[in-house]
């Protein structure tokens, strides 16, 4: 089991930056790949970026690459995630999740999800 707890989330103006973490615990000494997903409202979850159990292998959904940064401190088993010139349309819950695979970017692929922290984007 794989306990996965968000936090960073908030209300921002377009433009302006957030820094997401994802601090993981309990069967931590196992290698896994991570990843974060959002889900805004009305719509389905969907891929925003994925790090593989090394760190070496990153990836971005379109939407945000060139703007959001993924990355993981294997010694604090912490995810995460640098946005950059948000946009209103960036504005969702944003879940981390574990997967034991050594890289995904498809939810199902993933065993373990965070509950998820609110990211809002004011125009």
């Known amino acids: 089991q794989v306990q996965l707890v968000e936090s960073g989330g908030g209300l921002v103006q377009a433009g302006g930056s957030l820094r997401l973490s994802c601090a993981a615990s309990g069967r931590t000494r196992s290698n896994y790949a991570m990843g974060w997903f959002r889900q805004a409202p009305g719509k389905e979850r969907e891929f925003v970026g994925a790090i593989s159990r090394s760190g070496v292998t990153t990836g971005y959904a379109d939407s945000v690459k060139g703007r959001f940064t993924i990355s993981r401190d294997n010694a604090k088993n912490t995810l995460y995630l640098q946005m950059n010139g948000l946009e209103p349309e960036d504005t969702a819950v944003y879940y981390c999740?574990?997967?034991?695979?050594?890289?995904?970017?498809?939810?199902?692929?993933?065993?373990?999800w965070g509950q998820g922290t609110q990211v809002t984007v004011s125009s």
């Open positions: 999740a574990v997967t034991w695979a050594t890289y995904a970017i498809v939810a199902g692929s993933y065993e373990y």
